[in-house]
C-alpha cells in the first residue's frame, strides 16, 4: 500500500483507493466484526465498535490506513469514519501513544485536590509535556476530561484501570510498575472494549 500523503496546507492525509488498502484484520478480528454486524440493524451503527477494533490490531493506534480498513469493511465512506474516529478523544488519531499512556484528570474536583501538582510531577519525572511520549516509546503523558471517579481525586486512567487517589509516592510505584508490563495498556483497553461488546459464544477461547 503506498504512503498515505498529506495535503498541501492541511494536516489530513488523503484517503487511499480501496485497491490501495492492505488489510491487517486477523482472522479473529474479521470473525469479530462479522458478529457484531450482526447486533445492529445496519453496519454504520457498527463503526464504534469496529474501530476499537482496528485500535488493537493497529498496535493502539488509528492511522489512515485503519480507518480506511474499517470504513473498507463497513461499506462506508472513508470521511464518515474518520469523522467518527476524530469525534472520540479516546481514539488515538493524532498521533501513536506509548505502550502506556497515563490519563490525569485535571477537573474541577481532582483539580482542587492536587491534579495539577500529579500532572507536572509526572511531567519532570518522565521528561514529557501534555501530549508528549518518552524517547523509548513506554509513557505518553495526556489530561483529559472528568473520569467520574472524583470520590478517589486525584485520579488518573491507566489503560482500563483507575488509580487514586495518588500522590508522588503512588506515581514512582506505578511507573516502576508499568516499565515491568511489556503488554501494551493501550491496546489491552482496545480488546477489552471489543470483548465488552461481544456475547460469550462470539468470544475467543484462550489461545
Not at 478480528?29 to 454504520?44: N, Q
Not at 513506554?138 to 487514586?164: I, S
Request: glycine residues 6%; contains cysteine; proline residues 5%.
Amino acid at each position: 500500500m503506498r504512503e498515505l500523503k498529506q495535503v498541501e496546507g492541511d494536516r489530513r492525509p488523503q484517503a487511499p483507493k480501496p485497491e490501495e488498502v492492505t488489510l491487517r484484520f486477523t482472522p479473529q478480528a474479521i470473525a469479530e466484526l462479522e458478529a457484531l454486524k450482526t447486533h445492529y440493524p445496519e453496519e454504520k451503527a457498527c463503526i464504534l465498535p469496529a474501530l476499537w477494533i482496528a485500535q488493537r490490531e493497529y498496535g493502539g493506534f488509528l492511522p489512515g490506513e485503519a480507518i480506511a480498513e474499517v470504513a473498507l469493511r463497513l461499506h462506508r465512506s472513508y470521511a464518515e469514519v474518520e469523522g467518527v474516529a476524530t469525534f472520540y478523544t479516546m481514539y488515538n488519531t493524532e498521533h501513536k501513544p506509548g505502550r502506556h499512556k497515563l490519563e490525569v484528570c485535571t477537573c474541577l474536583t481532582c483539580q482542587v485536590c492536587g491534579a495539577y501538582r500529579i500532572r507536572d510531577y509526572i511531567s519532570r519525572k518522565l521528561g514529557i509535556a501534555n501530549g508528549e511520549t518518552t524517547e523509548d516509546g513506554l509513557f505518553t503523558l495526556e489530561e483529559v476530561e472528568c473520569l467520574d471517579a472524583c470520590d478517589r481525586a486525584p485520579v488518573l486512567q491507566v489503560g482500563d484501570q483507575y488509580y487514586g487517589p495518588v500522590d508522588e509516592d503512588t506515581m514512582d510505584k506505578l511507573i516502576d510498575k508499568l516499565r515491568a508490563t511489556k503488554e501494551s495498556t493501550v491496546v489491552q483497553m482496545a480488546d477489552s472494549i471489543v470483548q465488552v461488546h461481544l456475547r460469550d459464544t462470539e468470544r475467543a477461547g484462550p489461545g
